[in-house]
């Protein structure tokens, strides 16, 4: 069962190692309210020594010599699109309010094929691909059993795929998709150089689902309440009864697409945390898997009763838009998820958006 424990941000801590209808229905209640959910991380399939040798992997590659980082720059035509590393300020999340990119590095891995990275890695990494590769799949199929449960909430007719409608459509064995594993290292700066100046700045995850991995007294992530405050997320929300903590979820665009904003995409951001007196300001290390359809999968709605639902409510009298094409709007466009990721890279990075696949 879902609990609050002293967090701000209200967000639940669900149990999902015994899947059943209640466990969905109270998993999509949350995602539904919050657009994040905490899984507690029993039996679901990443061991805390997993996460933990992953966090000490990275923090290896960022202690690394720039140079080192550098081979696999994400400018490097050898790596591939937004995959390698990214040195400071080189994203800007919120670019209509930042005046320079955001204070972190980062290293975007892509997907596996046969257990091989399908990018160049830098040494630090390279020692270690089948570990990556590993936990890359434990996070992908983690993802797989939170979209199953998605599916029975919403109550999709076996006749359209039903608790597998998400799945077949993330299903790699398929083809490719813009799923990353993502590294993530924010510096200590005990005095931000601007107040406009910030970690991440406000932004909603591009694709389906994203899995957030945090260490304990790293603090510094926030979402934005409906009432438009921002609410400080915890790295555990319950450390007495928690003895790791738990894996924070959130919906990206294309789930909230896809259920006509049912399932929430909330905006978030990573802030630098106030100075404490007698207190030493810390770095804070992150790990992010960001799971992404089939390239090709195209935004269509979900065939749901519960949407269906939501749409005939709020439809009264205008037009609702579902997904990318398809629904009540009337939209004659439909995108495929990597059109999408496209669009959303185009704008993170000030690239040239290519053009969308043909519908």
Request: charged letters at 20%; proline letters at 9%; hydrophobic letters at 35%.
């Amino acid at each position: 069962m879902s609990s609050v424990n002293g967090n701000e941000a209200g967000i639940p801590v669900i149990d999902i190692s015994s899947p059943s209808p209640d466990v969905a229905k109270e998993i999509l209640h949350a995602v539904a309210k919050y657009g994040f959910v905490f899984v507690k991380n029993h039996e679901v399939g990443i061991p805390p020594e997993d996460i933990q040798g992953m966090f000490d992997l990275s923090r290896d590659f960022f202690s690394s010599p720039s140079e080192v980082k550098a081979e696999c720059s994400i400018h490097s035509s050898k790596s591939g699109k937004n995959r390698g590393w990214l040195s400071m300020h080189t994203e800007t999340l919120d670019p209509a309010h930042q005046k320079r990119g955001d204070f972190k590095e980062a290293f975007n891995i892509g997907e596996f094929v046969n257990g091989k990275a399908d990018q160049p890695l830098p040494g630090p990494l390279a020692a270690e691909e089948s570990r990556i590769a590993n936990f890359a799949n434990q996070c992908h199929n983690l993802c797989n059993k939170l979209l199953h449960l998605f599916a029975s909430a919403l109550e999709i007719p076996s006749t359209e795929g039903g608790e597998d409608w998400f799945s077949l459509r993330h299903d790699r064995t398929k083809g490719p998709s813009g799923s990353v594993l993502r590294l993530l290292y924010y510096p200590s700066i005990p005095n931000p150089p601007d107040l406009n100046d910030i970690r991440a700045g406000a932004h909603s995850d591009y694709g389906s689902l994203t899995l957030l991995f945090q260490l304990p007294s790293q603090p510094g992530l926030e979402i934005l309440t409906h009432d438009s405050t921002w609410a400080p997320v915890p790295v555990n929300p319950s450390p007495s009864t928690l003895a790791t903590p738990p894996i924070l979820v959130n919906i990206g665009d294309l789930l909230s697409y896809w259920t006509n904003g049912l399932l929430k995409s909330t905006v978030h951001r990573v802030i630098f945390p106030k100075p404490e007196p007698g207190v030493e300001s810390q770095d804070r290390y992150s790990i992010a898997y960001f799971c992404h359809p089939l390239d090709e999968a195209r935004l269509v709605p979900v065939p749901s009763k519960v949407v269906e639902g939501l749409r005939s409510v709020e439809g009264e009298g205008q037009k609702i838009k579902v997904g990318y094409g398809g629904g009540a709007g009337g939209v004659d466009e439909v995108l495929t998820a990597k059109d999408h990721l496209n669009r959303r890279l185009a704008a993170t990075y000030g690239l040239k958006e290519e053009e969308p696949a043909a519908a």
